[in-house]
């Protein structure tokens, strides 16, 4: 059975920074898988926050996030990280794991094979 359990999150002032942590089956963290985060705020959609190719490394990121957050994976731990630093009040959400399979295009269009169950993150003033 394929799980990815997020954890990592937590309160923290705006300014502050967090790390993120998906751990993965190891089904899920072969190349044949793309790792991504999204974001799901109250009352708004779930978007699209950076991805990670399963074939090359290459990463992904939300326009407006560029510069502050930061995907990696750890192949041996089986592991997808997300550094988020610079947090705003806005940065507050839910954040979800994800992996998809097919081209990398898939998992930005929220074209995902599985989902973790979130973690909160709360930024404060």
């Known amino acids: 059975q394929v799980q990815l359990v997020e954890s990592g999150g937590g309160l923290v002032q705006a300014g502050g920074s967090l790390r993120l942590s998906c751990a993965t089956s190891g089904r899920t963290f072969s190349s044949t898988y793309h790792m991504g985060w999204f974001r799901q705020a109250p009352g708004k959609e779930r978007e699209f926050v950076a991805a990670i190719s399963g074939y090359t490394g290459a990463t992904y990121y939300a326009d407006s996030l560029k510069g502050r957050f930061t995907i990696s994976r750890d192949n041996f731990k089986n592991t997808v990280y997300l550094q988020m630093n610079s947090l705003k009040l806005d940065d507050t959400a839910v954040y979800y794991c994800?992996?998809?399979?097919?081209?990398?295009?898939?998992?930005?269009?929220?074209?995902?094979?599985?989902w973790g169950q979130g973690t909160q993150v709360t930024v404060s003033s």
């Open positions: 994800a992996a998809s399979s097919g081209g990398i295009g898939r998992i930005q269009q929220r074209q995902v094979d599985y």
